[in-house]
């Protein structure tokens, strides 16, 4: 079978072949697959910039932060030859690809969760980035992507990730919350969110025991991480990023995912991202999808970004797609229940919804023929939305981008249906340079100080959410 870049084609044609004659070269530049990826859910029923703008403050330390140099970019030189890659005390050698076994625990007897590595290390000295999934244990699309990308239609001689004109190392971690992924349940067994409890402390909790050796043995000595991650029970994620915009070589990492909804945010105390910046290690976060689920587009987005961020680090061959646009987001609006009753939503994640209207319906069985409607408050995108029907008063059913201006451009990417095509999910955008992307900030906070606190999942509090306590 003929393989082709993850980002010309629909990623179901890649994965299960198709007849040769029915896909075009792909090759030639002047190319551009306009098919779009239909989504599972389909809803019923000149450059603009927004007027809100990035809070001074905020737009301040974003300002310090890119002006800074990151120290990640002065831990290797491409100046000679690559030498062995050192990994849990193994040799790795140039151009060649080792699958390593790590054990999440270091004990004698009992179970020690041993996790598989792969380390891809180039011909050519360059930075090392790490690829992490399933963090936390029911978050699908992450082991999906990553497997793909360890198969033989995307990492080998004379494929998109080839150790023979790699230049710099990969490490992949497809499953990290191994027993959560057995037992398909976000944390670990003994309760605790693995994504709340880096760096870790080697003696205290399983967690906590768990984060450190993650952090001390695959996290250590990397500049870059990609940590791929999926909304929690209950609900379901539109591709998109979040990443800490004062921090630079992650603003830049964020930036060449190449996708259109980028969220502002520090991240919680404890999660990687904040603990990897705070050790000024460049990370992003990827949200697709929900958990329990394989959300096919949410996937094949994650695979596209992924191979974007490598090609802009210049580690692969090749040019970054961007989007026509980008959101820019520091905060958000809600959208809630004032009912309680069974949930049905008619805008799925990735919405455009005009102000007034309504967004989903609330009934109770008990009292049939009588029925409550959620409407938005303000136009905007919904990047998040309720998946589990059982609703009480004040219960959120929807994660809202307010939008004021940049709306023509918006709706230029809506689908048929009223709903964002991502970029990535309906083939290789045509080629333009990062100024001709258009930024389209939106103003606001995150109630609770991040853009999860209100779904109600136990977590460790951020500081920005301690102080708005």
């Known amino acids: 079978?003929?393989?082709?870049?993850?980002?010309?084609?629909?990623?179901?044609?890649?994965?299960?072949?198709?007849?040769?004659?029915?896909?075009?070269?792909?090759?030639?530049?002047?190319?551009?697959?306009?098919?779009?990826?239909?989504?599972?859910?389909?809803?019923?029923?000149?450059?603009?910039?927004?007027?809100?703008?990035?809070?001074?403050?905020?737009?301040?330390?974003?300002?310090?932060?890119?002006?800074?140099?990151?120290?990640?970019?002065?831990?290797?030189?491409?100046?000679?030859?690559?030498?062995?890659?050192?990994?849990?005390?193994?040799?790795?050698?140039?151009?060649?690809?080792?699958?390593?076994?790590?054990?999440?625990?270091?004990?004698?007897?009992?179970?020690?969760?041993?996790?598989?590595?792969?380390?891809?290390?180039?011909?050519?000295?360059?930075?090392?980035?790490?690829?992490?999934?399933?963090?936390?244990?029911?978050?699908?699309?992450?082991?999906?992507?990553?497997?793909?990308?360890?198969?033989?239609?995307?990492i080998g001689d004379g494929h998109a990730i080839d150790p023979s004109s790699l230049s710099g190392t990969i490490r992949i971690v497809?499953?990290?919350?191994?027993?959560?992924?057995?037992?398909?349940?976000?944390?670990?067994?003994?309760?605790?969110?693995?994504?709340?409890?880096?760096?870790?402390?080697?003696?205290?909790?399983?967690?906590?025991?768990?984060?450190?050796?993650?952090w001390s043995n695959i996290i250590s000595g990397t500049d870059y991480i990609v940590d791929l991650h999926s909304a929690a029970k209950g609900r379901t994620n539109m591709p998109q990023i979040r990443v800490n915009l004062a921090h630079s070589s992650s603003n830049l990492t964020a930036r060449s995912?190449?996708?259109?909804?980028?969220?502002?945010?520090?991240?919680?105390?404890?999660?990687l991202r904040r603990v990897a910046n705070d050790s000024d290690i460049a990370c992003i976060t990827y949200e697709g999808g929900g958990a329990d689920e394989a959300d096919p587009e949410a996937v094949q987005v994650a695979m596209y970004g992924i191979l974007n961020v490598l090609r802009n680090l210049r580690m692969i061959p090749g040019y970054p797609s961007r989007p026509r646009f980008r959101i820019l987001a520091s905060g958000s609006e809600w959208l809630r229940s004032d009912q309680g009753g069974l949930l049905d939503v008619l805008a799925p994640a990735g919405s455009y919804v005009k102000e007034g209207e309504i967004v989903a319906t609330v009934t109770d069985p008990h009292q049939p023929g009588i029925s409550h409607d959620i409407v938005s408050p303000s136009r905007g995108l919904l990047i998040c939305t309720a998946t589990y029907p059982f609703v009480t008063s004040g219960t959120p059913i929807g994660h809202l981008l307010p939008m004021k201006r940049g709306v023509k451009t918006l709706m230029e990417r809506l689908d048929d249906e009223g709903c964002l095509i991502i970029s990535g999910s309906d083939g290789e955008p045509p080629w333009r340079e990062d100024d001709d992307v258009e930024d389209i900030p939106v103003e606001g906070k995150w109630s609770g100080g991040s853009p999860d606190a209100e779904w109600g999942f136990n977590h460790k509090p951020s500081e920005e959410e301690e102080e708005a306590a």
Not at 136 to 154: I, K, Q
């Open 257 to 271: 995912f190449g996708i259109e909804t980028i969220l502002d945010t520090k991240g919680p105390r404890g999660s």
């Open 174 to 214: 497809s499953v990290v919350n191994l027993p959560g992924y057995y037992r398909q349940m976000r944390d670990l067994p003994d309760g605790r969110d693995l994504n709340r409890h880096f760096p870790g402390v080697p003696d205290s909790n399983t967690t906590s025991r768990v984060a450190s050796r993650i």
């Open 1 to 154: 079978m003929k393989v082709y870049p993850i980002n010309s084609v629909p990623l179901r044609k890649v994965l299960t072949g198709a007849d040769e004659e029915t896909i075009p070269d792909l090759q030639k530049s002047d190319v551009t697959i306009k098919k779009i990826v239909p989504r599972l859910k389909k809803r019923r029923f000149g450059p603009l910039k927004i007027s809100n703008q990035i809070p001074k403050r905020r737009r301040l330390e974003i300002e310090k932060g890119l002006e800074e140099t990151s120290k990640s970019a002065n831990n290797w030189t491409r100046e000679g030859g690559a030498s062995n890659h050192i990994f849990l005390k193994k040799r790795i050698k140039p151009g060649t690809i080792r699958n390593v076994e790590f054990n999440l625990l270091d004990i004698e007897i009992g179970e020690s969760w041993p996790i598989n590595v792969t380390v891809v290390h180039g011909i050519r000295p360059g930075p090392t980035v790490t690829l992490l999934g399933a963090v936390h244990g029911d978050e699908l699309v992450g082991p999906l992507a990553l497997t793909y990308l360890c198969g033989p239609n995307f």
